[in-house]
DNA sequence: CGATATTTGATATGGTCCATAACAATTATC
DNA sequence: GATAATTGTTATGGACCATATCAAATATCG
């Protein structure tokens, strides 16, 4: 039973119905909105990779609400310690942020004194990144918060071999799409 | 946030060394001016989910050129076809966009004459949306173009079964991540 | 009935993210 | 040493998202 496909092509204004119909022929919910059919949109991959996305940056965001990390504030820590002595340029190539965006974003750690520019003696162009002992520390909260609060979440979603197909798949749409 | 479509420009450096570095052991690519090691980033769900839906919006805007097609106006179409005299709220919020957002939409699809806006008899506050005769022809070649050149890349990287898998996945993450 | 509240489409506006051009300082290249 | 290229930065515009607000139409309720 297909919901509410009434309408065909002119359903609606052929009639010369004053109103008060409202063809009641159906199953309703509680409201009685009836539901839309999503249709082929729920096996495009864009679309659904799309609101998968949304909603897993905004766990996350509700996870790291005691520190205040956005996704791409904690990509950069993971990055720069990972890599430390890198430059603003190699760094945000690496994560796919323009330059200039980067430097908004860098200020802000910087200013939080999560991460600190340094003037680098070989070239005295560019900087020099590094985590401050303070970023260091609350990199490794996040992810603490991270891995049972975020990642854990998956796990139980998915179970753990599916959450690492997921992981895998993804990433090979990432690199190779 | 992370990632946006422009190329790595591989600056070509040659490695010297300005200072000692201690990258251990790396396959690294032909040029390599020293690759950044993602390190646990390449397992961050959001970070591997917002890289795999940028590259996929990419290349659904390359395969709906010749259609000047966007996800979000595809999809659109997709939900109005499949559901004929729903009203501008009812097919926004199916799509999680915000009613002001959604009239700009709107009006460049009209403009083109893809879909019409028909003031509802019953309601005249609401506009019944349906798709016009070109509409649907454009949206019958779009399904084709998604269908040959975009979802079938999947099953040239995946498979048939991690593929819908993978769709499975998202959209069980969509819902109730 | 009529006063009030609600809904619908629309406008205006602000925020965030993304992309390009341009600039000063520094370095590389020839 | 003149010119080109690179680095961080600013300025700016576009795309997308969110909120407040409005007029018209409808719903609700005394």
Known sequence: MTVSKTAEKSSEKSGEATKGRKDASEPQGPGSAEALQLGELSEQLGYVLKRAQLKVFENFLRCMASLQLTPAQFSVLLLVEKNPGRNQTEIASTLGILRPNFVAL????????????????????SHILMLTDKGKAVLARAKKLVATKHEARLNDLLGQANREALIAMLSKVASEF
Not at 112 to 122: F, Q
């Open 106 to 125: 860098l200020d802000n750690l910087e200013s939080r004194d999560l991460c600190a520019r340094i003037r680098s003696t070989n070239d005295r162009r």
